[in-house]
């Protein structure tokens, strides 16, 4: 089944702390990844995606095929970065996002 | 360069009534995907449209259905409605039916059903 799980519901941090979101799949095949941001009272908009391999705002994420995972990373979180962050996977189907449930990030000052 | 529109941004309905929900694509896109977002829940696959044609169906009955038109926009509808169908749609464009394009979302419709 294809399948995308945020274990986290909540994530709070203290402004400069490192951060990690995690986001786990399951897809028979070689599906591509994708984090999408919602920040308050935005609409959802594309993060960054594991093809383009590029850092946005500081965040990065690999791609670790061995562990179905596709971790979003932050070596040191700003109070800025507090959104609802989503992983999400396509696959073959043209271009169906299949969505996690989603990662409430709170960064404190 | 215009962003995706939806109209309206909320509506309220009573169960078994018919709703339709209206996006406008990204100048230049010719993909429009719906996705229904319960609350608290991340956003579900409902269809995709691809140069008017559906490009994929998400595990939605058929009373959800819908178009897109030669503009590109395009419509959602929902027939017989149940009170489970409360949840914000979202619409998002994108310039190809391909799983390597980026979705550009709208800002939703909040539906209520009573």
């Known amino acids: 089944a294809q399948r995308v799980t945020q274990p986290e519901k909540l994530l709070s941090v203290f402004k400069g702390a490192p951060v990690e979101l995690k986001c786990n799949y399951s897809?028979?095949?070689?599906?591509?990844l994708f984090w999408y941001v919602q920040y308050s009272r935005q609409r959802l908009q594309l993060l960054l995606r594991?093809?383009s391999r590029e850092s946005i705002k500081g965040f990065t994420a690999d791609l670790n095929k061995g562990e179905t995972s596709f971790h979003l990373k932050k070596p040191f979180a700003q109070e800025e970065d507090s959104a609802m962050y989503y992983c999400a996977l396509s696959g073959h189907q043209g271009g169906k996002l299949i969505f996690g449930q989603g990662t409430e990030l709170s960064v404190k000052p | 360069e215009t962003g995706v529109t939806q109209s309206p941004t909320h509506l309220i309905k009573t169960r078994g009534q018919q709703v339709t929900l209206r996006c406008s694509s990204q100048s230049g896109h010719n993909t429009v995907s719906w996705y229904q977002q319960a609350l608290g829940q991340g956003p579900q696959f409902i269809f995709q449209y691809y140069r008017e044609e559906e490009n994929g169906r998400g595990n939605f009955p058929p009373r959800f259905s819908g178009l897109q038109f030669p503009n590109y926009s395009s419509e959602l509808n929902v027939n017989a409605l149940e009170l489970d169908d409360s949840a914000l749609y979202l619409c998002a464009s994108s310039l190809g039916g391909r799983n390597t394009d980026t979705q550009y979302f709208g800002p939703g419709t909040r539906l209520t059903v009573l």
């Open positions: 897809y028979s095949g070689s599906p591509e």
């Open positions: 594991h093809i």
